[in-house]
């Protein structure tokens, strides 16, 4: 099958693309630098926040994964929140308006656990209302954004992901090395959930 990733070049893209070609997938990953470090790739050049050649290329893959948007792990300045948000929306955009018909496609788009916004002591399912901070609006109009694809005919997914942890990146990949140091210390109180 042919599979076109943005996010190709995150933490979780460069796994996820791994395990695709080893299970004999074609992958292509849309990329600012039209190359990266994963090899078994195809590299197609172009930024997903502006229209460009490289929306020909998503026409032809019957799975588009879209993994694409700017780090949370900076200071939430008014210019960074855009950054963030453009970086999510315009990119499901873009993609979608790539899309020439979905019919037998499918569109994975990520989304975030931050969807819910903060809660106490309660439990929470995919049918729980969003909350009204700004990340839980952002990922209500994220998803809303790449629902979008069902009326092209697309299969859409959306996966909340919650804190990615791995051995090499993802939350552990900033945490580890401030306890290197010895300067780490407690995550809040002991009580916070966390996502299954």
Same mark, same amino acid.
């Given at each position: 099958?042919?599979?076109f990733? *943005? &996010? #190709? *070049?995150?933490?979780?893209?460069?796994t996820l693309?791994?395990?695709?070609?080893?299970?004999?997938?074609?992958?292509?990953?849309?990329?600012?630098?039209?190359?990266?470090?994963?090899?078994?790739?195809?590299?197609?050049?172009?930024?997903?926040?502006?229209?460009? @050649?490289?929306?020909?290329?998503?026409?032809?893959? #019957?799975?588009?994964? =879209?993994?694409?948007?700017?780090?949370?792990?900076?200071?939430?300045?008014?210019?960074?929140?855009r950054?963030?948000?453009?970086?999510?929306?315009?990119?499901?955009?873009?993609?979608?308006?790539?899309?020439? #018909?979905? @019919?037998? @496609?499918?569109?994975?788009?990520? %989304?975030?656990? #931050?969807?819910?916004g903060?809660?106490?002591?309660?439990?929470?399912?995919?049918? %729980?209302?969003?909350?009204?901070?700004?990340?839980a609006?952002?990922?209500?109009?994220?998803?809303?954004?790449? @629902?979008?694809?069902?009326?092209? &005919?697309?299969r859409?997914?959306?996966?909340?992901? &919650?804190?990615?942890?791995?051995?090499?990146?993802?939350?552990?990949?900033?945490?580890?090395?401030?306890? =290197?140091?010895?300067?780490?210390?407690?995550?809040? %109180?002991?009580?916070?959930?966390?996502?299954?």
């Open positions: 099958m042919k599979i990733v *943005t &996010g #190709g *070049t995150g933490f979780v893209g460069k693309a791994l395990a695709l070609i080893r299970t004999g997938h074609e992958v292509s990953i849309l990329t600012r630098s039209g190359k990266g470090e994963t090899s078994g790739v195809s590299w197609i050049e172009g930024a997903p926040t502006q229209k460009g @050649k490289w929306q020909e290329a998503v026409k032809e893959h #019957g799975v588009i994964i =879209n993994l694409a948007g700017a780090s949370l792990f900076t200071r939430w300045t008014e210019e960074a929140k950054m963030i948000r453009d970086s999510r929306i315009l990119t499901t955009r873009h993609l979608l308006e790539a899309m020439d #018909g979905g @019919k037998g @496609k499918t569109f994975f788009s990520t %989304s975030a656990i #931050g969807y819910y903060f809660h106490g002591d309660e439990d929470l399912t995919e049918d %729980s209302p969003p909350g009204g901070d700004f990340l609006l952002l990922a209500r109009d994220w998803e809303a954004e790449a @629902k979008a694809a069902e009326k092209k &005919g697309c859409v997914v959306i996966t909340r992901f &919650g804190i990615v942890l791995g051995e090499k990146g993802g939350a552990l990949g900033q945490m580890i090395p401030l306890f =290197n140091k010895y300067v780490g210390g407690p995550l809040g %109180s002991g009580k916070q959930w966390f996502s299954e």
